[in-house]
């Protein structure tokens, strides 16, 4: 007995019509978009090619500022290379990814955005400041040595990690709240990793308890504390 063949049906013309309205939709969306957040694409471009030819020219130093909290070595051959200029543009470029962040989640209808870029650029240059300064008070120049270097890295890992996320929220804006807060919370976790490297490298230093308590709960976890109340 012969099975009669199934006859696949084909889609109407309003099935095609309506998938590709939604697609010009879409496209007009996008296009609108980046057409009005054209000028921050431009900046974060222009960091990007500065990452670009650093990893070309130097892809040692990358490579060891993305591994130095795992390898001591690594760690080492950044400590004495960070007044190598590929380190330094890392650095800044990376600040500006914060800003970019900040900006493009949570300040993107605020007309003194700029204000963004020069708090952020100040908060980490003067955590720089007040590490060195307490390089002086404590009496601990080779502890605070290892904490503005692992301050550094920090931040360029940071940057890196938050510039996909910048360059989708200048696209979608205010469609990836979740996505945002995995983001987020990857840079908690690496400030908890932070704060744990700061314990150890103290007491390996005979730093003492009180002072590590007073540094880390004034200097790390406070300032974060007045970022989220501020964000909120």
Known sequence: MIKSAKIKKEPSFQYIYQKANSLIRILILLERTITEQFWLLLPVAAAIIIFSKIKRNNPLILKATILSHFSKSQFKQIENNKSDQNFILLYWTSIFFHGVYLHTSFFMEKESYFLIYIIVAGLILLKNIVLNFSSWLFEQKELFKRYV???????????????????????????????????IALILLLLIYKISFYVFEGRAQKFSYFHLFSYICTLEILPWVAIIAFIL
Not at 170 to 175: E, F, G, N, S, W
Request: charged share 5%.
């Open 149 to 183: 270097t692992s301050h550094q890295t920090i931040v360029i890992i940071q940057g890196i990690i938050i510039l996909p996320m910048s360059i989708l929220n200048i696209i979608y804006q205010d469609t990836l709240f979740m996505v945002n807060k995995v983001v």
